[in-house]
């Protein structure tokens, strides 16, 4: 399933509370926009951005990156950006892109 940015926005765009990876505190998500996703943790605060949500998707629907959330955080890191891949597999998994 392609991602609708569209709905994704709507998705997020109020705020989401999502569980993280076992262990670990729940990610705020706190909005959403054309260009970006916003996220905060206990310590910090940061965005996705929508480009590489969008080429993980892309890479994801192809085959070419592991959907298991467990491993997906090094490709992404390696194959699409060093912007907190723990967080993008966090969004991806909330957005059913990951297992």
Do not use: C
Request: hydrophobic share 35%; glycine share 6%.
């Amino acid at each position: 399933m392609p991602l609708d940015w569209a709905e994704v926005v709507k998705r997020y765009e109020n705020g989401a509370e999502l569980p993280s990876m076992p262990g670990a505190r729940t990610l705020q998500v706190t909005g959403a926009d054309e260009e970006f996703i916003y996220v905060s943790h206990r310590l910090w605060t940061d965005k996705l951005t929508r480009a590489y949500i969008e080429k993980a998707v892309a890479l994801l629907e192809s085959g070419r990156m592991t959907r298991n959330y467990g491993d997906i955080i090094d490709y992404y890191r390696t194959y699409i950006a060093d912007e907190r891949p723990t967080t993008a597999a966090t969004v991806l998994k909330d957005l059913g892109y990951v297992e």
